[in-house]
């Protein structure tokens, strides 16, 4: 399937902890740390595009000019509960980037997100806002935050997601041709549940033991 801004992710290391996410007789304990590290993977790969600055700096030989990435001027957002999981790998690549917190909730009635708990004032100046969102299934949810950070001035938004299913993926595109989403594999589909196939289960049961 084509999806213009749908980047697969296929370094050896991130298929091989994908492997151990989507055994079911993975603990817990080690659920939870490999969700962390793929957070630092993925947001790794998913930062290629950033801009840099030269900035002189001093050295035991003198004054270098080398490139540095405006790291306060970053953004990350997980979807909470799941997306928290991802957070401490993601900020051990970005440790001064701004951890911003958004929940949403499904409509039981409605099936539409509505938003519970919104900690986002503005971000206007951002060169780059990362969502993590470990699975991307119907896409309602991650739309809707999309539309969220928009609406508050973010203009470059990169979800981080490390299993979606096509229907979530098609309904970020149709809705917001201009993210784009870094990936370590794109699942088969939804079942009638709208759990992904073959997917991990439920990853925030999966990190959190409930």
């Known amino acids: 399937m084509d999806f213009k801004n749908l980047i697969l992710l296929e370094h050896p290391l ?9 055994n079911q007789n993975t603990s817990t304990k080690v659920f939870r740390e490999l969700v962390s590290e793929l957070g630092s993977l993925l947001i790794y790969e998913a930062s290629q595009g950033l801009p840099t600055h030269k900035a002189a700096v ?38 001064n980037a701004a951890v911003h917190f958004l929940g949403l909730f499904r409509d039981e009635n409605t099936a539409q997100p509505v938003v519970y708990y919104d900690k986002i004032k503005s971000l206007p100046n951002n060169n ?50 201009d993210v784009s989403i870094y990936c370590a594999e794109l699942d088969q589909r939804l079942n009638k549940e709208k759990f992904i196939i073959p997917g991990l289960g439920d990853a925030g049961d999966r990190i959190y033991g409930t």
């Open 128 to 177: 780059c806002t990362f969502i993590l969102d470990p699975m991307l299934a119907t896409g309602g949810t991650l739309a809707r935050t999309i539309s969220l950070l928009k609406e508050k001035g973010c203009s470059k938004i990169v979800v981080v997601s490390i299993i979606a299913a096509p229907e979530g993926v098609r309904k970020i595109f149709k809705e917001h041709k």
């Open 58 to 95: 001093q050295t035991w030989a003198g004054e270098v000019v080398v490139n540095e990435i405006s790291t306060k001027s970053i953004s990350i957002v997980p979807v909470m509960r799941a997306g928290i999981g991802m957070l401490e790998g993601a900020l051990s690549i970005f440790p």
């Open 14 to 22: 991130i298929k091989h902890k994908l492997g151990y996410l989507r």
